[in-house]
Structure formats: structure tokens, C-alpha cells
């Protein structure tokens, strides 16, 4: 009897809350009630219908949902591309609304890399002039960007393609550069709107690994909308979206089941 009176307080909440720790993590992130209203002449689109959720840092996010579900509404909210009709959303704690236009263009150019199911390459230019020019645009001397492009190039496996065009490139290839032209700026949030719908299955599945190694070997913020159920697989956290609406969050490792069960149904 004696002996259980010495467990302390702070013994037993570490007891209780011991499966809590983990949220000591950084939120990088946060969103809070953001809401999207498209206004068409007279018809309200409601792309958003109030999303609340923290991001951490070094996590790999899927935000999940079917087409017109507002993935991208989401993902241009997020990446500081379009305003929110209402609620919030904060980077680092800082809410992104109160930033001037000089802070949100670094914010863009700096802090995030984004990459398009499209690529969204610049066509006459090369793949090392394609990831150059974010370097130019933050102000790195043309010496140093070209050092930094060959790199980060060499890493996404593209080193014996630089003076190559993107229209002589496979889609896989022109998916890696556009990850390297977001990773110029060696930015803290990766941002991907549907990376891999333009991709066959393995080149998808390349890039969802690129990916991967992003988070785990740089310690990046991935945020990755998509459709693919490859993703499942390989991301931390899912959101799962429906009509604009936050359907439910949940921890890769407690979905592993169900991700076979709806691949053997695809
Ligand atoms: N610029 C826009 N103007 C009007 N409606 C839009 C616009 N962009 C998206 N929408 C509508 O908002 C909803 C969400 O679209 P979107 O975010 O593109 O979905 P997803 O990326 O999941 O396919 C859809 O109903 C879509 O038609
Ligand atoms: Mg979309």
C-alpha cells in the first residue's frame, strides 16, 4: 500500500499520457474553418465548407478525395495562391491573410515548392534553365544557381539531362524536374496537386518515393493532393475530403488494411 502512494502526480500523467507525446511536433501548418465560396454571376460554388487541421512538420500529407471534392481549392489556399472566402490559415503562426505582397511573394519563392499534375514547365527552356530560374528569382547570383540546379538535379536522378528540353523528356522526367524546381529554394513545405495523374503507374510510384525521401532525408512538410491510392501506401496522415468538407484524418498505420482492401476493388 505504502508503496503505491509514491507514484507521483507527474508519474502518472506521464502514465496516462504517455501515448500523447508525440504531439510535441511542430505544427507547421494550420488551418482553421477555411471556407472557399466560387461566385459565378449568380451561382455560389461552395468548393470549401470550413477545413480545420494541423500539418507537422517533416510529415508526408495526403489530402485525399474525388475529383471536385476542392483538393486543389485546398491546395491553393494552403500554398498562399488564392484567399479564403473565410476562416484562416498560418504559417509558422503566422496567419497568412495579414502578409503583404512583398512577404507572400517570399513566402511562395522561399518557403514553399509547389509541383502541377501538368508540370508546368517552361517549354523553351532547358531542364537546368527550368530550375535555375527559381534560384534567379530569389536573388542567388547565376554562378551559385547553376551549381545549386546541377545538384539538385543530379539528385532526382536527371544529371545527364540538363541541356535537355522538357518536350524531349518522358513524363516521368518532367515530373522530376518540376520536384527539383520546387526544391531550388530548399523551401520547408513541398506542396503537389495531383503529381502523379499524368503518370503511369511505376513513373507514379517513382515520384511518390522521390517524395518520400523528401520528408525522411531533408525533413520537408510534404503535402500531397491526390487521388491516387498509391499514396496511401507511403504517406504519414490522410485527409480524406468530400464535398469541401473534412470527411476524417487518419494515421497510415491505421488504414494499411483497408488500402488493400480497396486496391483488390479498384
Ligand atoms: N475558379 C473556379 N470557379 C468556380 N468554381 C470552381 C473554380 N475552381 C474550382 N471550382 C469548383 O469548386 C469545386 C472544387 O474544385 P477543385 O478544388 O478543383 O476540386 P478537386 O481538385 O478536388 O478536383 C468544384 O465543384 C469545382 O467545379
Ligand atoms: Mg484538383
Not at 497568412?96 to 502578409?99: E, P
Not at 503529381?195 to 503518370?199: H, Q
Given at each position: 500500500m505504502a508503496e503505491t502512494s509514491q507514484i507521483s502526480e507527474q508519474d502518472a500523467r506521464d502514465f496516462l499520457f504517455f501515448d500523447d507525446r508525440d504531439d510535441t511536433r511542430r505544427v507547421v501548418v494550420q488551418t482553421q474553418d477555411v471556407r472557399k465560396v466560387y461566385e459565378m454571376g449568380k451561382i455560389k460554388v461552395h468548393a470549401l465548407r470550413g477545413i480545420s487541421l494541423s500539418i507537422f512538420e517533416g510529415e508526408f500529407l495526403a489530402i485525399m478525395g474525388p475529383s471536385g471534392s476542392g483538393k486543389s481549392t485546398f491546395f491553393n489556399m494552403i500554398g498562399g495562391l488564392d484567399k479564403p472566402s473565410g476562416g484562416k490559415v498560418s504559417i509558422d503562426d503566422v496567419d497568412?491573410?495579414?502578409?503583404d505582397a512583398f512577404e507572400l511573394a517570399w513566402l511562395r519563392c522561399r518557403k514553399i515548392g509547389y509541383i502541377f499534375q501538368s508540370f508546368n514547365l517552361i517549354p523553351v527552356m532547358t531542364c537546368l534553365e527550368n530550375v535555375m530560374l527559381p534560384l534567379t528569382f530569389a536573388g542567388v547570383p547565376s554562378e551559385q544557381a547553376f551549381d545549386r540546379a546541377c545538384e539538385i538535379l543530379r539528385t532526382v536522378g536527371l544529371g545527364h539531362r540538363l541541356t535537355h528540353k522538357p518536350s524531349q523528356m518522358s513524363g516521368g522526367q518532367q515530373q522530376r524536374i518540376a520536384v527539383a524546381r520546387a526544391l531550388a529554394n530548399k523551401p520547408a513545405i513541398v506542396l503537389a496537386d495531383e503529381?502523379?495523374?499524368?503518370?503511369d503507374t511505376k513513373t507514379g510510384q517513382e515520384i511518390i518515393d522521390l517524395l518520400v525521401g523528401l520528408c525522411t532525408d531533408m525533413n520537408v512538410t510534404v503535402i500531397c493532393a491526390t487521388h491516387d491510392m498509391k499514396m496511401l501506401d507511403k504517406c504519414d496522415r490522410v485527409v480524406w475530403i468530400r464535398d469541401g468538407q473534412c470527411d476524417r484524418v487518419e494515421e497510415r498505420k491505421n488504414i494499411e488494411i483497408q488500402v488493400g482492401e480497396m486496391m483488390s476493388h479498384e
Open positions: 497568412i491573410a495579414q502578409l503529381p502523379t495523374a499524368n503518370l
